[in-house]
C-alpha cells in the first residue's frame, strides 16, 4: 500500500501536539485518516473522521479500527504523571489498542515510543536500538511497556509494528540538549510513512530525530528502513548555545543529572541517587 492507493489510517490521541501535526503529513502523502480521541477534533477535514472514543474501551476502539490499513498509536500519558494515570493511560491503553487491532485484523502498528525509554543513559553515548533500557521517569516506563507489548505482537501475532522513540518534535531545536534529539515535522511523517507502507518491517525500534546521528543517537535501524531525513539540527546549533551554553567544566551545572543524562529534566526529577552512578563507564 502507498499513500498515492489512499491507505485508511487510524490515529490514536489524533487531538494532541503530534497527533495534529501528523495529520497534515500523512493527509498530504494522500491517506485518508480515522482520528480517535477522547477529546474532540475541532478541524476536521473531508480526509478524516473523527470519534470521541477512550483508548481503554477495547470494544469500541475495535469497531473504529475495522477497515484501516494500519494504526498510529499517539494515546498514552504525556506527562510524568503517578504511577496510576501511567497504568491505565500506557499500560491498559496498549494493551486494548494492540488487543483491538488483532481483533480488527489490523496488522501493522505504528507505535510512538519516546527517548525517555533510554534517559539515564549519558548524555556523550552514543546509542543504537539495541541500548539496554534505562526509563528516567514513570512515563518512560510507561513509554516502554508499550515497546514490550508491541515486541510480543509482532512476533507472536505477525504484526508489523514499528516503535519510535521520538525526541521532541518541533520546528526547530529548542535547546542544546534537543540538538541531539529534535525532529522536524516532515522527517516525523516520513518515519511514520515507512512504518505504514515497508513491506520487510516485523518489528524494529528506531530513533525519531532528524539527522543528527552521530551526535546522541546511531539511527542506523532507521536508515536501513530507507529513512532519509531532510532537515538537520546543526544548522539551529549557533543560535541554540547563545542561549543555552555548555555549562563550565566542573561546575555543579555540569553534574546535574538533567545534564549528564539524555532525558534532561525528566532525569532530574525526585532525583536522590547518585550521580557518579550516571557518568559513562
Ligand atoms: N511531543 C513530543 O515531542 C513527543 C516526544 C516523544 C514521544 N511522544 C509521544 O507521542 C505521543 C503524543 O504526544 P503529544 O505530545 O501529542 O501528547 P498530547 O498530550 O498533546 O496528546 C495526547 C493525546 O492523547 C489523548 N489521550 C490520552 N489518553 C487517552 C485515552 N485514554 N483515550 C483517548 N485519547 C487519549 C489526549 O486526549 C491527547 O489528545 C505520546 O505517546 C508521547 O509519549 C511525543
Known amino acids: 500500500m502507498s499513500g498515492a492507493e489512499h491507505g485508511l489510517i487510524a490515529i490514536t490521541g489524533a487531538a494532541g501536539l503530534v497527533g495534529t501535526g501528523l495529520r497534515q503529513q500523512l493527509r498530504e502523502r494522500g491517506y485518508r485518516l480515522?482520528?480517535?480521541?477522547?477529546?474532540?477534533?475541532?478541524?476536521?477535514?473531508?480526509?478524516?473522521?473523527?470519534?470521541?472514543?477512550?483508548?481503554?474501551?477495547?470494544?469500541?476502539?475495535?469497531?473504529?479500527?475495522q477497515g484501516c490499513d494500519a494504526v498510529v498509536h499517539l494515546a498514552a500519558c504525556t506527562t510524568d504523571a503517578p504511577w496510576a494515570e501511567q497504568v491505565t493511560l500506557s499500560v491498559e491503553g496498549s494493551i486494548s489498542l494492540f488487543e483491538a487491532a488483532r481483533a480488527a485484523g489490523v496488522m501493522r502498528v505504528i507505535y510512538a515510543s519516546s527517548h525517555h525509554v533510554v534517559g539515564y543513559h549519558p548524555r556523550t553515548t552514543v546509542l543504537d536500538e539495541h541500548a539496554v533500557l534505562k526509563p528516567d521517569s514513570r512515563y518512560g516506563v510507561g513509554k516502554a511497556f508499550g515497546e514490550s507489548i508491541g515486541a510480543m505482537m509482532a512476533y507472536k501475532y505477525d504484526m508489523r509494528v514499528l516503535s519510535i522513540r521520538i525526541g521532541n518534535v518541533n520546528s526547530k531545536p529548542i535547546d542544546r540538549r534537543r540538538l541531539g534529539n529534535w525532529i522536524s515535522w516532515r522527517d516525523l511523517g516520513q518515519l511514520v510513512s515507512l512504518g505504514i507502507t515497508h513491506p520487510e518491517l516485523r518489528y524494529e525500534v528506531v530513533y525519531g530525530i532528524s539527522d543528527a546521528t552521530g551526535r546522541d543517537y546511531d539511527?542506523?535501524?532507521?536508515?536501513?528502513?530507507?529513512?532519509?531525513?531532510?532537515?538537520?539540527?546543526?544548522?539551529?546549533?549557533?543560535?541554540?548555545?547563545?542561549?543555552?551554553?555548555?555549562?563550565?567544566?566542573?561546575?555543579?551545572?555540569?553534574?546535574?543529572?538533567?545534564?549528564?543524562?539524555?532525558?534532561?529534566?525528566?532525569s532530574g526529577n525526585e532525583f536522590t541517587g547518585s550521580s557518579e552512578r550516571l557518568r559513562p563507564r
Open 219 to 266: 539511527n542506523r535501524a532507521a536508515h536501513a528502513l530507507g529513512y532519509r531525513p531532510q532537515d538537520q539540527s546543526e544548522p539551529f546549533e549557533a543560535d541554540v548555545l547563545a542561549h543555552d551554553p555548555v555549562p563550565a567544566q566542573g561546575s555543579p551545572q555540569a553534574f546535574a543529572p538533567s545534564e549528564m543524562t539524555k532525558g534532561g529534566v525528566f
Open 34 to 65: 480515522v482520528l480517535l480521541d477522547r477529546k474532540p477534533v475541532t478541524d476536521c477535514t473531508g480526509a478524516e473522521q473523527s470519534f470521541l472514543v477512550d483508548i481503554t474501551d477495547q470494544t469500541a476502539v475495535t469497531r473504529h479500527l
